[in-house]
C-alpha cells in the first residue's frame, strides 16, 4: 500500500520539475515580447519532442504539434480549429473548475498545470499541461499555448494502485488488528479502524498524532531504541510496547514492525500490533495477588499497606482517584485516599460522594460499577448536591471482615466513562478480600503489639528480676533486671547463646542448689527461698527467690517462672541488728562501770556482772533487791525520782555505794527513766567507781600547781633576757653609730699607707661588731617567740635574683663563680617573708662563698618537692666546692655559737650565729635545713620552707625598677639639708658626712628645733631622728607635714631600731625612707643621691674605693640573661650568644687586623660595638674590658695596644668556657 | 602591625632587638648601615627607625639627617631613635639637631627599649 502511494507521489514531483525546467530554459516569460512573434514559438515547437498545443482566446485550437499528433495517434485536422472543450477533459482542482476554463483565459488567471483527460479513437489520454500566455502589443492575451506531458501510463498505473489500496485498507480496517504507519519521524500516516477504535481517536485526531503521543511514557525510550535496531537490521522483529488510549488507558500490544528504507534511510514503519493488554492484566493479577499477600505481612501498619496496595493496583490500572472507606460504629471513615486534581476543572471533595456510595455498595452487598449517571440518580435519591463534575466511573467492592461490611475499597475516573470495565471490578474484588484479610490481620497484630507492650513494660518497670526456664534449662523469657544480675554478678551476656543452657552448665554457672530448686519447681511445688550473692568487688546482695511452676493446660510443667527480690537492706539490717544485740550483750559482759536497772519501786531488775565484782555481792543477792540497800544518794531519793520524772535524766550524780564489807565507794552515775508508749516503766543507771580517779586527780593538782609557779619564774626571767638584749642593743648601736660615722669620715680625711690600713681595719671590726650584734639580737627575738613572719607575695625569681645580686660580685672577688637554677615547677609568687628568706639564704651563700676555694663554683637551686592544694613545699640547696665539713662537726653545725674549725674561724670570720638563725627561720617557715658533705669535696646545705602559692593576678613590682624620686633641679644644685637628732655624736656624723659629700646642712636638736627651721628654710631632704624626748620623730613629722609648706622635703627616719618591720612602721607613720643606724657614710649619701639625684664629690675615700676596686664584673650576669629572657623567651638564649661567640671573634679578628694596619679608630670602632653588644648581654667582664681599651684609644695611641687585645682574648676565651656551662647546667630559667 | 626598621652593624644586638619586638608585635625589618636604610624607607613605609649611630658606610647621624630631608613629607617625618654606645659624647642637643627623636644608651636596657617604641609608635598615628 505504502509502495503505491509513493509511487505516485514520486512521478508527480518529477513531471512538475521537468515543466518548470523547461519554461525556464526556453520560455521564459519575461523575454515573450522580445521573442518576437508567436509564430516563432509554434515553429520551435513544431518540430521539439515535447508536446504542445495552443488555442486561442476562445479556446479554439490553433496550433498543434507532430508529438502531440503521434501521441494522439490523429491527424492535426481532426483538432484544428475545434474547442479545446470537446477533446479535452481538464481535471478541477480548487484553482482550476472547467466551467469558467474561458473566463480565467481570458484573465490569465491560470498559470498552473492542469490535467486533461483526452478521448480519441476510443483511447484515453492522460496529460500534465503547462500553460504559456501570448499577448500583443495592447497586452491583451492573442494566444495560450499548452506544453505537455502524456502522464496516461502513469495515470494507468495509479488507478489500479488506488483500486487495490482501497481494498487493502478495507481488509485492514475489518482486522481486528492494530495497524499503523508511522514516518522516520514519528508522525503518524495511517491507522485503522481497529486501532483507531482502540485508542480513541479519529482521523482529524491522526493528522497531528506522533508516536510519542501514543506510546506509555515510561515505554517511550525502549520503544525508540527498538525502533532504531529495526530501522538498522532491517528486519521483522516481535515488537512489544504500551500505547496509551485518548482517555489515558495503557495499552499492552506486541507485534511486528516492519521498516522501509530508501538509500538506507528508514523512511517509514509499519506495525501491525494485537492488544495483550488482558494477557498482560492477567498476569498482572496474578502477581498482584502475590504482592499484596507480600504487601500484608511487610506492612508495618495499616496506612503502609493501604500505600502500598494503592501503588500495586495502580501499576495495572490507570487509577487517579482511590479510596478505602471504613466503617465503625456505623460512621463512615477514610484512612487513606487519593485524589487527583488535575483534570483542569476542581475535583469536588470525595468524602461526601464516597460515604454515599459506600452506603449504597453497602445495601447493595456485591461489586458495583456506577457510571456517572448512575452517580448522579445515587445522589439525588440520597439528596446530596455535590459541586463539580461527578466521576464518569466508579468502582466499588465491600471489604467483609468476619462475615461484617467493614468498608468499601473504591476507585473512579473522572476522564473517561470506558477507563474501567467489569474485569477490573473482578480484580477489585479479588483484592478486597485479599485486603479485608490483611486489615483484618494487620488490626489483630496491633492489639496484639499494644498487649505485648503492655505485658512487657509491666515486667520490665518491675524493680524485680523475672525470668521464665524451661525443662532443658533454656531461659524462655526475661527482664532487663535479671539481664542486669546476669551482667553485673556472673559476667553473662544474656543475648550471648554461648552461656549455660543445660543443665550441667547451669549448675557450674549457679550452683546445685539453684537446680535443686528449679526440679522442685519442676515437679510442680511453688519454691520460696533467700540467696546471697557476692561480684567480683565483693559487692554482696540478697535476694528472695520465689519459682513457681508453669501448668500447661494438661497439667504438666515444662517451665518454670522466677521472681527474685533484692532483699540486701532488709537482710543486713537483720545481720546488723544480730551483730548489734551481740555486741551489746559483750559490753554488757565486760563492762568495768555498773549498769541497772530497776523497776519504779527500786527493785532491780537486771544488773552487769561487774556489780559483783566491785559490790562483793553475789548476783543472785542483788536481783530483785531494792536498790536503796547498797545506793546512797547523797541528796533525798524521793526527790530523785522527782528529779527524774520531769527531767527524764540526771547525769554526773555524786553517790556512794556500800559495798559487802561495808566500804563506801566514791561514785558518779548517770540515770534514765526508761519509757514505753510515753508512760514510764523502769529506771536504767550506770554508775562509776571514781575513788582512785579522785585521788589520782588531787595529785595532779598539787603537781600542776607545782610547775604553774616555775613556769611564771622561768617567763619572767627569759621577759629579763629579752628585753635586756633589746635594751642592750640599743645601747651598744648608739655609740656604735658614732665609731662607724666618725671611722667614714676619718677615711675621708688625708691618710698616709699606715693610718689607711689602721682605719681599714677599725672599720671591719665594727662592721663585724655590728653583724654579731644583729645576729644576737635576731636570735633572741626568733627564741623569744617574737619573731613574727609577715605573708606578702614574693616572686620566687625576683628573691633569687636579688641575691645573686647580692652575692655574685662578692663571689667573683673570692675567684669564685656563682650559678643559680630555678626549676619549672616552682610556683611564680608565693605568700613569704622575703627579707627571712632572703636571709637564710644569704646565710648560706656567704658560708659557701667564704668556705670556698678560689676557682670554685657555687650552685644554687631551688625546686618544688611537694604541692597539696594551694601549699608548696619548696627545697633549696647551696653546693659549693669547699673544704667540706666532718660527719662529726654536721651534727654541731646549727648550734648556736657554732663555727666548726675555731682554728680557722680567723680565716673566715663571722659570727657561727648565721646557722643556728636560719635553722630557727626554717622552722617558724615549717620546714627543714641540712647538708650533706665529705671533706675536703665541697658540702650541699639544704632547706625546705612550705608557703601558700599566690593567685596569679597577685602583682610584685618588678624589684629592678628603680624609684626613680625627684628628678629636679637639683642635678647641679647644692641640696640643702636638715639633720635632727637630740643625740650630738649622731648630729656631727650625719653633718659631717653630708658637708663633705657637698651638701649644705642645717642641724636641729629636737622636734620642736626642727619645725621652726622647716618653716624658716627650704630644706631639700629631712634626716629625722626617731627616739627624741618630748617630741619624737614620728611626731615632729606629722607636725611638719600639718605646717602647709609649699612643698613638703622628703623626711628619712634614721633609727636604731634596726629591723627590718620597723622600716614598715615609719613610712606607715609619713616617713618617706627609713636609714637604719649605725648610719654608714655611704648609705647616707646614696638616701641624698637617690632622693635628690644629686651626684656627690670628695668622698673618694678608701671606704667607696675598696667597693669599686678591680670590680671586673662578672663573666655572665645571669640576671641581665635572666631579664633578657622575660623579654625575648628562654629560647632566644642560646642562638644570642652563639651570635655574640661569632661576632666577637669576628671582631677580634678585625681589631688585630686593623692593628696590623696602625688603623687605631678601626680597632675603636669594633671595640665600641663589641662593648655594646657584651654590655647589653650582661658579659660584663668582655664589656668592661673593651670599654677600657676603647677609652684609652679615644685618649692616645697606646703602644701595648696588641698587650690589651690579648687580655681581651683572655676574657673572650673566660666567656666562652663558661657560656656553655651556663646551658650545660641549664642554670637560667 | 607596627614595622619598625633597626640599623645595627652588630647581629648580636639586632637579632635580639628583633626577637624581643616581634614579641611585642611588631613586624622588624633588619639593616646594616644607613645606607641600607635610605633604600628600604624609599621601597616602604615604617612607623619607626632603631638606628645604631656608628655605623659603617652611612652613620647613624648621616642618615637621620638624609631621612629628614627627604621630599616625602610623611617618611622625612618618620621618628628616629638611636641606640648608641656613644662614643663621640653627643648631647641630646646634637641628636636633635640631626633629626634624631630621642635615644637608647648601651648596653641596652629591654624595659626601656620596649617602652620607648611603644610610647613613639603609639603617638605616630598624626
Known amino acids: 500500500m505504502k509502495l503505491v502511494e509513493d509511487n505516485i507521489k514520486q512521478s508527480n514531483e518529477e513531471l512538475a520539475v521537468s515543466t518548470v525546467s523547461s519554461t525556464n530554459k526556453t520560455f521564459d516569460k519575461s523575454d515573450k515580447d522580445k521573442l518576437g512573434t508567436l509564430t516563432n514559438l509554434h515553429e520551435s515547437l513544431e518540430q521539439s519532442k515535447v508536446l504542445s498545443v495552443a488555442i486561442d482566446v476562445n479556446g479554439k485550437i490553433i496550433f498543434i504539434n507532430q508529438a502531440m499528433l503521434a501521441t494522439l495517434k490523429c491527424e492535426d485536422t481532426e483538432l484544428l480549429n475545434r474547442s479545446i472543450l470537446n477533446h479535452f477533459l481538464f481535471e478541477e482542482s480548487e484553482s482550476f473548475k472547467a466551467d469558467n476554463f474561458l473566463e480565467l483565459l481570458k484573465k490569465n488567471d491560470f498559470n498552473e498545470s492542469i490535467t486533461a483527460r483526452v478521448h480519441l479513437n476510443n483511447e484515453k489520454f492522460h496529460f500534465r499541461l503547462s500553460p504559456i500566455t501570448s499577448k500583443n502589443h495592447n497586452g491583451e492575451i492573442v494566444c495560450v499555448t499548452f506544453i505537455g506531458e502524456n502522464i496516461t501510463e502513469r495515470r494507468k498505473v495509479r488507478d489500479t494502485l488506488e483500486k487495490t489500496n482501497a481494498q487493502l485498507k478495507e481488509l485492514f480496517d475489518n482486522s481486528s488488528d492494530l495497524i499503523q504507519i508511522f514516518n522516520s519521524e514519528g508522525v503518524m500516516r495511517f491507522a485503522n479502524e481497529a486501532w483507531k477504535n482502540k485508542l480513541g481517536y479519529n482521523d482529524k485526531d491522526l493528522e497531528t498524532l506522533t508516536l510519542k503521543d501514543i506510546v506509555q511514557e515510561e515505554y517511550w525510550d525502549k520503544t525508540k531504541e527498538k525502533l532504531k535496531s529495526i530501522a538498522a537490521v532491517e528486519n521483522f522483529e516481535k515488537f512489544e510496547t504500551v500505547l496509551v488510549s485518548k482517555y489515558g488507558k495503557n495499552i499492552f500490544v506486541s507485534g511486528r514492525i516492519h521498516c522501509t528504507k530508501e538509500n538506507d534511510i528508514p523512511i517509514e514503519f509499519r506495525g501491525i500490533f494485537y492488544d495483550t493488554s488482558e494477557r498482560v492484566r492477567a498476569e498482572k493479577a496474578q502477581s498482584l495477588f502475590y504482592k499484596i499477600a507480600n504487601v500484608t505481612t511487610t506492612s508495618y501498619n495499616l496506612d503502609i499497606l493501604y500505600a502500598s496496595i494503592y501503588l500495586q493496583l495502580n501499576s495495572i490500572l490507570k487509577i487517579q482517584n482511590f479510596a478505602v472507606a471504613l466503617k465503625e460504629n456505623s460512621q463512615i471513615t477514610f484512612p487513606y485516599y487519593i485524589s487527583e486534581a488535575a483534570v483542569g476543572e476542581e475535583i469536588p471533595e470525595y468524602k461526601e460522594l464516597g460515604k454515599i456510595l459506600a452506603e449504597y455498595t453497602f445495601e447493595r452487598r456485591k461489586p458495583l460499577m456506577i457510571y456517572e449517571d448512575g452517580i448522579r440518580r445515587i445522589t439525588k435519591t440520597k439528596k446530596l448536591k455535590i459541586k463539580g463534575p461527578l466521576p464518569f466511573i466508579w468502582l466499588g467492592v465491600q471489604l467483609i471482615i468476619e462475615g461484617e461490611q467493614k468498608g468499601v475499597i473504591s476507585f473512579h475516573s473522572f476522564r473517561d466513562r470506558p477507563a474501567y470495565n467489569h474485569k477490573d471490578l473482578e480484580l477489585l474484588d479479588f483484592i478486597s478480600s485479599q485486603m479485608s484479610m490483611a486489615i483484618e490481620r494487620k488490626r489483630q497484630e496491633i492489639q496484639i503489639k499494644n498487649q505485648n507492650a503492655r505485658i512487657k513494660a509491666i515486667f520490665e518497670s518491675s524493680t524485680h528480676e523475672i525470668w521464665s526456664i524451661d525443662r532443658n534449662y533454656n531461659i524462655t523469657s526475661f527482664n532487663q533486671n535479671y539481664a542486669d544480675i546476669l551482667s553485673n554478678f556472673y559476667d553473662i551476656n544474656i543475648e550471648d547463646k554461648l552461656w549455660g543452657q543445660t543443665r550441667k552448665k547451669h549448675e557450674q554457672q549457679f550452683g546445685t542448689s539453684w537446680i535443686e530448686h528449679y526440679e522442685k519447681a519442676f515437679e510442680g511445688d511453688v519454691v520460696n527461698f533467700q540467696t546471697e550473692l557476692s561480684d567480683i568487688t565483693d559487692n554482696t546482695i540478697w535476694r528472695d527467690v520465689f519459682i513457681n511452676p508453669i501448668q500447661n493446660p494438661d497439667g504438666k510443667v515444662e517451665e518454670v517462672s522466677v521472681i527474685a527480690n533484692n532483699i540486701t537492706e532488709k537482710k543486713l539490717s537483720e545481720i546488723a541488728l544480730a551483730e548489734s544485740e551481740e555486741k551489746f550483750r559483750t559490753i554488757f559482759e565486760s563492762i568495768q562501770d555498773i549498769y541497772f536497772r530497776c523497776d519504779l519501786s527500786g527493785k532491780i531488775v537486771m544488773i552487769s556482772p561487774s556489780a559483783t565484782e566491785i559490790l562483793g555481792f553475789e548476783r543472785e543477792e542483788l536481783l530483785g533487791a531494792d536498790i536503796g540497800k547498797f545506793y546512797n544518794i547523797q541528796s533525798e531519793v524521793d526527790n530523785l525520782f522527782e528529779e527524774l520524772s520531769a527531767q527524764k535524766s540526771i547525769r554526773n550524780l555524786d553517790a556512794t555505794l556500800s559495798t559487802n564489807s561495808g566500804e563506801q565507794l566514791q561514785c558518779l552515775c548517770n540515770v534514765r527513766m526508761i519509757y514505753h508508749k510515753n508512760t514510764p516503766i523502769q529506771i536504767e543507771g550506770v554508775v562509776r567507781d571514781i575513788s582512785q580517779l579522785r585521788k589520782a586527780y588531787e595529785e595532779l593538782k598539787s603537781a600542776k600547781d607545782l610547775a604553774e609557779k616555775s613556769l611564771k619564774v622561768a617567763e619572767k626571767s627569759l621577759k629579763v633576757k629579752e628585753r635586756f638584749l633589746a635594751n642592750m642593743s640599743h645601747e651598744i648601736r648608739t655609740p656604735m653609730n658614732g665609731v662607724i660615722g666618725m671611722i667614714d669620715l676619718i677615711a675621708s680625711t688625708k691618710l698616709d699607707e699606715e693610718q689607711q690600713d689602721y682605719v681599714k681595719t677599725i672599720k671591719k671590726s665594727s662592721e663585724t661588731l655590728l653583724h654579731i650584734l644583729n645576729d644576737i639580737l635576731d636570735l633572741s627575738k626568733i627564741e623569744a617567740g617574737k619573731m613574727e613572719l609577715r605573708s606578702n607575695p614574693v616572686k620566687i625569681k625576683y628573691t633569687f635574683e636579688k641575691l645573686y645580686d647580692l652575692f655574685s660580685r662578692q663571689a667573683r672577688v673570692n675567684q669564685n663563680s656563682l650559678y643559680y637554677h630555678l626549676a619549672d615547677n616552682l610556683p611564680n609568687v608565693v605568700y613569704a617573708d622575703e627579707t627571712r628568706l632572703l636571709q637564710i639564704l644569704s646565710n648560706l651563700t656567704s658560708n659557701a662563698i667564704k668556705f670556698s676555694k678560689s676557682g670554685g663554683t657555687i650552685h644554687i637551686s631551688a625546686k618544688e618537692i611537694k604541692r597539696t592544694n594551694n601549699k608548696s613545699s619548696i627545697r633549696v640547696q647551696i653546693k659549693d666546692s669547699g673544704i667540706g665539713i666532718s660527719d662529726e662537726d654536721q651534727k654541731k653545725l646549727f648550734n648556736s655559737f657554732m663555727q666548726v674549725d675555731n682554728s680557722i674561724t680567723k680565716n673566715y670570720g663571722g659570727t657561727g650565729l648565721g646557722l643556728a638563725i636560719s635553722k630557727e627561720l626554717t622552722k617558724s617557715m615549717s620546714g627543714e635545713i641540712g647538708v650533706h658533705s665529705t671533706l675536703g669535696l665541697g658540702s650541699t646545705f639544704w632547706f625546705t620552707f612550705k608557703a601558700e602559692i599566690a593567685p596569679g593576678d597577685v602583682t610584685i613590682e618588678d624589684w629592678t625598677h628603680v624609684e626613680s624620686g625627684f628628678t629636679d633641679e637639683f642635678e647641679n644644685k647644692q641640696p640643702y639639708l636638715l639633720v635632727v637628732d637630740d643625740n650630738s655624736i649622731n648630729r656631727k656624723v650625719a653633718g659631717q658626712i653630708l658637708k663633705k659629700a657637698g651638701c649644705s646642712v642645717d642641724e636641729a636638736i629636737s622636734g620642736k628645733e626642727a619645725l621652726k627651721k622647716v618653716h624658716n628654710n627650704k630644706y631639700d631632704l629631712i634626716f629625722m631622728d626617731i627616739q627624741m624626748p618630748e617630741m619624737d620623730g614620728i611626731k615632729t613629722t606629722e607636725k611638719i607635714r600639718s605646717l602647709g609648706l609649699d612643698k613638703v622635703p622628703p623626711i628619712v627616719a634614721m633609727t636604731a631600731y634596726s629591723m627590718e618591720e620597723d622600716r614598715s612602721r615609719f613610712l606607715s607613720q609619713g616617713m618617706d625612707d627609713y636609714l637604719p643606724k649605725p648610719i654608714k657614710a655611704k648609705d647616707l649619701i646614696s638616701k641624698v643621691k637617690d632622693w635628690l639625684k644629686f651626684e656627690p664629690k670628695g668622698v673618694d675615700s678608701i671606704i667607696f674605693a675598696e667597693d669599686n676596686s678591680d670590680d671586673e664584673g662578672l663573666i655572665i650576669n645571669q640576671n641581665t640573661l635572666s631579664n633578657l629572657c622575660r623579654h625575648g623567651g628562654k629560647e632566644i638564649l642560646r642562638p644570642l650568644l652563639e651570635d655574640f661567640d661569632r661576632e666577637t671573634q669576628e671582631q677580634l679578628v678585625n681589631c688585630y687586623k686593623a692593628l696590623k694596619n696602625d688603623d687605631y679608630e678601626g680597632v675603636r670602632l669594633e671595640l665600641h660595638t663589641m662593648k655594646g653588644s657584651a654590655g647589653t648581654l650582661g658579659i660584663e667582664r668582655i664589656a668592661k674590658c673593651a670599654e677600657t681599651i676603647e677609652a684609652e684609644l679615644k685618649k692616645n695611641k697606646p703602644k701595648d695596644l696588641n698587650k690589651k687585645l690579648e687580655v681581651l682574648n683572655e676574657r673572650f676565651k673566660e666567656f666562652q668556657e663558661n657560656s656553655t656551662k651556663v646551658f650545660d647546667d641549664s642554670i637560667v630559667n | ?126
Open chain 2, 1 to 126: 602591625m607596627k614595622r619598625v626598621i633597626i640599623a645595627e652593624d652588630s647581629s648580636v644586638i639586632q637579632n635580639l632587638t628583633k626577637k624581643i619586638l616581634e614579641i611585642q608585635n611588631y613586624e622588624i625589618i633588619g639593616a646594616k648601615n644607613g645606607e641600607q636604610v635610605l633604600e628600604k624607607l624609599n621601597q616602604e613605609d615604617f612607623d619607626l627607625i632603631l638606628m645604631d649611630i656608628n655605623m659603617p658606610v652611612m652613620d647613624g647621624m648621616d642618615c637621620a639627617r638624609a631621612i629628614r630631608a627627604l621630599p616625602n613629607k610623611t617618611k622625612s617625618a618618620i621618628p628616629i631613635i638611636a641606640i648608641t654606645g656613644n662614643a663621640k659624647n653627643y648631647s641630646l642637643a646634637d641628636f636633635k639637631e640631626a633629626g634624631i627623636n630621642d635615644y637608647i644608651p648601651k648596653p641596652l636596657n629591654f624595659d626601656n627599649l620596649v617602652e620607648m617604641v611603644h610610647r613613639y609608635t603609639e603617638t605616630n598615628v598624626n
